[in-house]
């Protein structure tokens, strides 16, 4: 569970460390811009919120729930790539 939590919180948290970086000025991103990245983020985890928490916890197994949660994703990103 705290695996779980510390990669949520680097996923948060890349955007910020981007910023440093200078992802702003390669992409030439204006102020609000940035900011509307930074928010779809959490429109989408808002949105996404009530399904596992309302829904999908109480109908199936935690750890099930939790491995297809943290599986899906992460195939999601690893196929962008290639």
Do not use: C, N
């Not at 509307?36 to 983020?41: C, D, E, K, T």
């Not at 199936?60 to 599986?71: D, E, N």
């Amino acid at each position: 569970m705290a695996t779980a939590y510390l990669f949520q919180f680097l996923d948060k948290a890349a955007l910020s460390y981007t910023a440093i970086l200078g992802i702003r000025e390669d992409l030439h991103l204006t102020g609000s811009e940035y900011s509307w990245s930074s928010a779809i983020y959490y429109f989408g985890y808002l949105i996404a919120t009530y399904p596992v928490a309302g829904v999908l916890l109480v109908r199936y197994p935690v750890g099930k729930l939790i491995s297809v949660s943290l599986w899906v994703p992460s195939h999601v990103v690893l196929t962008h790539d290639g």
